[in-house]
Structures are given as C-alpha cells and as structure tokens.
C-alpha cells in the first residue's frame, strides 16, 4: 500500500483547508485509515481515523473542527480542517492501517505542510 499526502498550505487563523490522501496497491487489505500530523518539535500524534468495527475517531483539540471522509470510488481519503488555528500548524501525515504479522500496523505515508497565520 503507498499513500500520497497532498493539499496542505499557508491558511490564516480561521480559515480552511482539505487534505487529501491517494491511496495505490493492495487497498483491500487496508482495515481503516487515518490523519496524523506533526508539529514543530513534538511528535508525531494521531488526530482522526476511520477504522472499519470500530468507527471515527478524532484527538480532542479536534473535535468539531476537522472531519475525515473517505471515498472508496477514489481510493482517497481527506481531511477537511475548518476553524484552524495556529496550534494546528505542522505537517500532516495520511495511515493506512494494515494487519502485519498478526499485528495491526499503521503505514504512514510522505506528509503535507500546513502553516496557519495568526
């Protein structure tokens, strides 16, 4: 499975902005999907997902903000991000989560830069 982020940018406080993430390969091994992003010198945290059983989930700082969709007619999945603030700056990353060994992994793909003004 590859993943390609795209759709970041610079937004003002307030403002909105879709991510969306191409998904390629085995997509029928992939079980949910999700968003993380990465702040300036924190770690790498997951803020929403879509796991099949389970349903959507979000991080607190998000809820009621971002939405995360997917489109399986498209092999995409997005994120839409309203209300941004500039806490929410960082680069954002798209996961497929996929059962490796047993194990359900998550498989990050390359992130997009987003960059919120105040």
């Known amino acids: 499975v590859q993943l390609q982020a795209s759709g970041g940018g610079l937004v003002q406080a307030g403002g909105s902005l879709k991510l969306s993430c191409a998904l390629s390969?085995?997509?029928?091994?992939?079980?949910?999907v999700g968003w993380g992003r990465q702040a300036p010198g924190k770690q790498r945290e997951e803020i929403a997902s879509i796991i099949s059983g389970v349903g959507t989930n979000y991080e607190d700082s998000v809820k009621g903000r971002f939405a995360i969709s997917r489109d399986a007619t498209k092999n995409t999945v997005y994120l839409q991000m309203n209300n941004l603030k500039p806490e929410d700056a960082g680069v954002y990353f798209c996961?497929?989560?996929?059962?490796?060994?047993?194990?359900?992994?998550?498989?990050w793909g390359q992130g997009t830069q987003v960059t919120v003004s105040s």
């Open positions: 996961f497929a989560q996929l059962l490796v060994l047993g194990d359900w992994r998550n498989k």
């Open positions: 390969g085995s997509i029928a091994s992939i079980n949910g």
